[in-house]
């Protein structure tokens, strides 16, 4: 098992910035990915970014230049730094882990409300 908790959204005005955390119960070194995604009202939950337990990582393209994923696995955390934010960016952002296997498994955390003021 593991727990995921995401902390660091709030609100900011367009052009600015915020760095989310996600803080894993136990070691994510053995996770395979760790990814952001988000929700905004009345829209499927997206993938923002997700990262590989060999530090490749993934951007979605509406964030591709801005937004910057990175893990600590000595702090057990995967941080999304969010820059030059835009009011489409405004969602509840999501940390989740997946282990693949025989059987993937996939942990989300509670979430953590992203509103960007234009």
């Known amino acids: 098992q593991v727990q995921l908790v995401e902390s660091g959204g709030g609100l900011v005005q367009a052009a600015g910035s915020l760095r989310l955390s996600c803080a894993a119960s136990r070691s994510i070194f053995s996770i395979n990915i760790m990814g952001w995604y988000r929700q905004a009202p009345g829209k499927q939950r997206e993938l923002v970014a997700a990262i590989t337990s060999g530090g490749s990582t993934n951007y979605a393209d509406s964030v591709k230049g801005r937004f910057t994923i990175s893990r600590d696995n000595a702090k057990n955390t995967v941080y999304l730094q969010m820059n030059s934010l835009k009011p489409e960016d405004t969602a509840v952002y999501y940390c989740?882990?997946?282990?693949?296997?025989?059987?993937?498994?996939?942990?989300w955390g509670q979430g953590t409300q992203v509103t960007v003021s234009s």
């Open positions: 989740n882990a997946m282990i693949l296997g025989s059987n993937r498994i996939v942990y």
